[in-house]
């Protein structure tokens, strides 16, 4: 069958549409190339790196995209609100939320040339930081905004020329002025049935399920302005991320597919046994802290997570592999020799450990010396001179503490044993560098030399010839190191301290394989500005960093807000993930906003969508609502307008792309007394549309276009503009670069679409 009969069939048969609406007219019709770029810095980082329908990201520059939203400037132009990024807030924190202003040239019965001109665009922008969470440039003065701080949709021009914008990861509304920087803080979404709370959607910043991916953002922006190639990693107690049976091991909060996702690697602490350490590897984990190495070996050696009877964490060559999962020996490997010393060192490097984990304090000459508590404990360390063990070890010299100090202590079980010939490389190291015991505190300077001597040791030393010789030399030549620097916030040396370790491993040469970590940020930002080739790591725990109830912004998080102890359990997330406010219609008398949710509320009937009242002189919600239901065969709502006669006009949508059975409308209500909307018509079939002017000729491959019929079959059509003379401006969202609803032959991204529609008469 020829491909035309074949369009002209698909436009005839009825595919499951309203009989009943009759088709709408085709007048104009402007396109903007899928492929336009604005000036700005490039984007699309997190898109992979295979060619999406032949585009390859990242982009050098920012793409204009397609608009979720059209408002009609009055001299011919449109401001046009771009998409939030990439569909996503892991993959948006390089894309600029702008605003364009468009002129559009339709192709009409009588000329035009069908085009789309960028006359300019501002970006939204937060200087006076009425924003109090985090977002991706928290550092810098302009605080421009990105696709993962808002999900902008909608968007309207009050009454006295600012803006305001319907959002969903809040939901939120957020009002900016008319050259788009933002005037006050972002209004949540009461929950009208339950007092005190909000209706809030996965993604929003006010619950600790969304604040962990939003300091990441903040803390790998600040890194990169200054060279950071590698991203901060994200090292959360095991407990805290998300698990196969939610809520049994504790404050569940992170996701870690999320995380990952937006580049951030997670690294979990402390776990010790073997079967939660598999079910941390089924989740995806990227390492695992624990103080038993012996057994972190074992669990990797013997993890299937494919099921193919295959264990696939270690490689050909008996050594773990580095880019599948890092193991971490905390302190060491503090249940089996002393912590923080030389033979929990050796100990761990043993079992083949990817990574070698340490605290570090800092001496009274200001000296990184291993060590985790501040004030040395007696049960850990003793005083060989036997004076008082309890002193801090910032009021002793280094000289001192190697002198005096034996930290030899067993108190971590019967697997603990500080046996000194179980511990050749440390013996032999602690008498070439003059250190009085093998558990004598190590400087971190010693630390690091000390791995190297482990390398030799068994590569050309006494230890050639034990049976995993080989492997013990391969892998200390690659070990990576992380460092926890030990302060609170009322420390004031924190930059002193940060400057002291990055020397320390600068001077190693080991910067590229070195990692400093920290509960307290503000060790972290000194990091990001004296050494930004060394990596970060966040350490988040209740009870220090997370303290659970309190509403001041927490010391130890370097100004950044947390919401502590709001989580879904007080504060439930029934708003669905790209379910906030896709449209929201201006009332001019009085003067309201009328934001309508894209999707049902979890709890809510199947198909019915609220639609609230936001009172533009009061400055706040009214507590009146609209229920209004979706077509059977909808999925969304995707715009929603009102005339000058009070009837609302709703984009509604199904789910298919590229195809002409499916369902794409604007239906017609009436909105009345709060409650039902009423007169529900559908009003325009987006997908059987006359085209008596031919001014979307047939091209091989499209669908939609040629033989006097049009069809918009793309999955997000998002733009809804009332005209005067019963018309309407229709656009796509062209999901750019994802989406491909019109070419279909050759699987180019959809261009974004401006369609003139002349209404049938009523």
Same mark, same amino acid.
């Given at each position: 069958?020829?491909?035309?009969? +074949?369009?002209?069939?698909?436009?005839?048969?009825?595919?499951?549409?309203?009989?009943?609406?009759?088709?709408?007219?085709?007048?104009?019709?402007?396109?903007?190339?899928?492929?336009?770029?604005?000036?700005?810095?490039?984007?699309?980082?997190?898109?992979?790196?295979?060619?999406?329908?032949?585009?390859?990201?990242?982009?050098?520059?920012?793409?204009? &995209?397609?608009?979720?939203?059209?408002?009609?400037?009055?001299?011919?132009?449109?401001? +046009?609100?771009?998409?939030?990024?990439?569909?996503?807030?892991?993959?948006?924190?390089?894309?600029?939320?702008?605003?364009?202003?468009?002129?559009?040239?339709?192709?009409?019965?009588?000329?035009?040339?069908?085009?789309?001109?960028?006359?300019?665009?501002?970006?939204?922008?937060?200087?006076?930081?009425?924003?109090?969470?985090?977002?991706?440039?928290?550092?810098?003065?302009?605080?421009?905004?990105?696709?993962?701080?808002?999900?902008?949709?909608?968007?309207?021009?009050?009454?006295?020329?600012?803006?305001?914008?319907?959002?969903?990861?809040?939901?939120?509304?957020?009002?900016?002025?008319?050259?788009?920087?933002?005037?006050?803080?972002?209004?949540?979404?009461?929950?009208?049935?339950?007092?005190?709370?909000?209706?809030?959607?996965?993604?929003?910043?006010?619950?600790?399920?969304?604040?962990?991916?939003?300091?990441?953002?903040?803390?790998?922006?600040?890194?990169?302005?200054?060279?950071?190639?590698?991203?901060?990693?994200?090292?959360?107690?095991?407990?805290?991320?998300? @698990?196969?049976?939610?809520?049994?091991?504790?404050?569940?909060?992170?996701?870690?597919?999320?995380?990952?996702?937006?580049?951030?690697?997670?690294?979990?602490?402390?776990?010790?046994?073997?079967?939660?350490?598999?079910?941390?590897?089924?989740?995806?984990?990227?390492?695992?802290?624990?103080?038993?190495?012996?057994?972190?070996?074992?669990?990797?050696?013997?993890?299937?997570?494919?099921?193919?009877?295959?264990?696939?964490?270690?490689?050909?060559?008996?050594?773990?592999?580095?880019?599948?999962?890092?193991?971490?020996?905390?302190?060491?490997?503090?249940?089996?020799?002393?912590?923080?010393?030389?033979?929990?060192?050796?100990?761990?490097?043993?079992?083949?450990? /990817?990574?070698?984990?340490?605290?570090?304090?800092?001496?009274?000459?200001?000296?990184?010396?291993?060590?985790?508590?501040? &004030?040395?404990?007696?049960?850990?360390?003793?005083?060989?001179?036997?004076?008082?063990?309890?002193?801090?070890?910032?009021?002793?010299?280094?000289?001192?503490? &190697?002198?005096?100090?034996?930290?030899?202590?067993?108190?971590?079980?019967?697997?603990?044993?500080?046996?000194?010939?179980?511990?050749?490389?440390?013996?032999?190291?602690?008498?070439?560098?003059?250190?009085?015991?093998?558990?004598?505190?190590?400087?971190?300077?010693?630390?690091?030399?000390?791995?190297?001597?482990?390398?030799?040791?068994?590569?050309?030393?006494?230890?050639?010839?034990?049976?995993?010789?080989?492997?013990?030399?391969?892998? +200390?030549?690659?070990?990576?190191?992380?460092?926890?620097?030990?302060?609170?916030?009322? @420390?004031?040396?924190?930059?002193?301290? +940060?400057?002291?370790?990055?020397?320390?491993?600068?001077?190693?040469?080991?910067?590229?394989?070195?990692?400093?970590?920290?509960?307290?940020?503000?060790?972290?930002?000194?990091?990001?500005?004296?050494?930004?080739?060394?990596?970060?790591?966040?350490?988040?725990?209740?009870?220090?960093?997370?303290?659970?109830?309190?509403?001041?912004?927490?010391?130890?998080?370097?100004?950044?807000?947390?919401?502590?102890?709001?989580?879904?359990? /007080?504060?439930?997330?029934?708003?669905?993930?790209?379910?906030?406010?896709?449209?929201?219609?201006?009332?001019?008398?009085?003067?309201?906003?009328?934001?309508?949710?894209?999707?049902?509320?979890?709890?809510?009937?199947?198909?019915?969508?609220?639609?609230?009242?936001?009172?533009?002189?009061?400055?706040?919600?009214?507590?009146?609502?609209?229920?209004?239901?979706?077509?059977?065969?909808?999925?969304?709502?995707?715009?929603?307008?009102?005339?000058?006669?009070?009837?609302?006009?709703?984009?509604?949508?199904?789910?298919?792309?590229?195809?002409?059975?499916?369902?794409?409308?604007?239906?017609?209500?009436?909105?009345?007394?709060?409650?039902?909307?009423?007169?529900?018509?559908?009003?325009?079939?987006?997908?059987?549309?006359?085209?008596?002017?031919?001014?979307?000729?047939?091209?091989?491959?499209?669908?939609?276009?040629?033989?006097?019929?049009?069809?918009?079959?793309?999955?997000?059509?998002?733009?809804?503009?009332?005209?005067?003379?019963?018309?309407?401006?229709?656009?796509?969202?062209?999901?750019?670069?994802?989406?491909?609803?019109?070419?279909?032959?050759?699987?180019?991204?959809? @261009?974004?679409?401006?369609?003139?529609?002349?209404?049938?008469?009523?």
């Amino acid at each position: 069958m020829r491909r035309g009969l +074949a369009l002209v069939l698909a436009f005839a048969c009825a595919c499951g549409r309203p009989a009943a609406a009759p088709p709408a007219t085709l007048v104009g019709r402007a396109v903007l190339p899928a492929a336009t770029f604005a000036p700005g810095p490039a984007s699309g980082a997190r898109l992979g790196p295979a060619p999406i329908h032949g585009q390859q990201a990242p982009f050098p520059s920012q793409p204009v &995209q397609g608009f979720s939203a059209l408002v009609a400037v009055g001299d011919g132009t449109y401001l +046009a609100l771009a998409d939030n990024g990439y569909g996503k807030i892991e993959n948006s924190a390089d894309f600029h939320l702008r605003v364009y202003t468009l002129r559009l040239d339709p192709r009409t019965a009588n000329g035009g040339s069908g085009a789309v001109e960028i006359v300019g665009h501002f970006e939204l922008r937060d200087p006076g930081r009425a924003v109090a969470f985090p977002i991706v440039q928290q550092f810098s003065e302009a605080r421009v905004l990105t696709g993962a701080d808002f999900d902008p949709e909608s968007m309207q021009r009050a009454p006295d020329g600012t803006l305001w914008f319907g959002d969903e990861f809040g939901p939120f509304l957020l009002h900016t002025s008319a050259e788009g920087i933002v005037l006050e803080p972002p209004i949540g979404l009461p929950d009208v049935e339950q007092a005190g709370l909000e209706l809030r959607a996965p993604q929003n910043p006010n619950n600790e399920e969304g604040a962990a991916l939003r300091l990441m953002n903040a803390l790998d922006w600040r890194a990169r302005q200054r060279g950071a190639t590698r991203s901060p990693v994200l090292s959360p107690h095991h407990a805290m991320v998300g @698990d196969d049976e939610p809520g049994e091991l504790g404050r569940e909060l992170f996701d870690v597919k999320s995380l990952r996702a937006a580049g951030f690697p997670v690294v979990v602490w402390t776990v010790n046994e073997v079967a939660r350490m598999h079910a941390l590897m089924r989740l995806g984990v990227d390492g695992i802290i624990s103080d038993r190495p012996d057994l972190l070996i074992k669990a990797a050696r013997s993890f299937d997570g494919d099921g193919d009877g295959v264990p696939e964490l270690v490689g050909a060559d008996g050594l773990v592999r580095r880019d599948a999962i890092d193991l971490q020996g905390h302190r060491g490997a503090r249940d089996l020799r002393p912590e923080n010393t030389l033979p929990a060192m050796e100990a761990a490097l043993d079992h083949l450990v /990817t990574t070698l984990e340490t605290d570090v304090g800092l001496t009274a000459d200001d000296v990184p010396v291993l060590g985790h508590d501040p &004030q040395l404990d007696p049960r850990k360390c003793r005083d060989v001179l036997g004076g008082e063990t309890s002193r801090a070890v910032r009021a002793l010299t280094i000289a001192e503490l &190697q002198r005096r100090f034996v930290c030899d202590g067993l108190v971590r079980g019967p697997e603990q044993t500080n046996e000194r010939a179980l511990s050749p490389v440390t013996v032999a190291f602690a008498g070439a560098e003059g250190l009085a015991d093998p558990y004598t505190p190590p400087t971190l300077a010693q630390w690091l030399r000390f791995v190297a001597a482990y390398a030799d040791h068994y590569s050309t030393g006494p230890g050639a010839s034990h049976p995993e010789a080989a492997l013990r030399a391969a892998n +200390a030549r690659q070990v990576r190191f992380s460092v926890e620097t030990k302060l609170t916030p009322e @420390d004031d040396f924190a930059g002193l301290f +940060a400057a002291r370790v990055s020397e320390a491993i600068a001077a190693a040469g080991v910067t590229g394989r070195a990692w400093v970590q920290s509960f307290d940020l503000r060790t972290l930002l000194h990091v990001q500005d004296l050494a930004p080739a060394i990596g970060t790591v966040v350490l988040l725990a209740d009870g220090v960093n997370l303290p659970i109830g309190s509403e001041a912004p927490s010391p130890w998080l370097a100004g950044l807000r947390w919401p502590h102890g709001v989580t879904a359990r /007080t504060q439930p997330l029934r708003v669905a993930t790209s379910g906030g406010f896709e449209g929201m219609a201006l009332r001019s008398s009085p003067p309201a906003l009328l934001p309508m949710l894209e999707k049902p509320v979890a709890g809510a009937p199947a198909g019915e969508v609220w639609v609230h009242e936001f009172d533009l002189s009061q400055r706040t919600y009214t507590g009146r609502r609209w229920v209004h239901r979706l077509e059977p065969r909808a999925r969304a709502a995707a715009d929603f307008q009102l005339d000058a006669e009070g009837r609302g006009f709703v984009i509604e949508r199904d789910d298919s792309e590229g195809e002409l059975g499916g369902y794409k409308a604007i239906r017609v209500l009436a909105l009345g007394a709060p409650g039902a909307t009423a007169e529900v018509v559908t009003q325009i079939d987006l997908l059987a549309i006359a085209d008596p002017h031919g001014l979307a000729p047939a091209v091989a491959g499209d669908v939609g276009v040629g033989e006097g019929r049009f069809a918009m079959p793309f999955v997000t059509i998002e733009s809804l503009v009332l005209l005067p003379g019963e018309r309407v401006l229709v656009a796509n969202d062209n999901n750019f670069p994802f989406s491909v609803g019109r070419h279909r032959g050759d699987e180019r991204p959809d @261009d974004g679409e401006f369609v003139v529609l002349q209404l049938a008469p009523r």
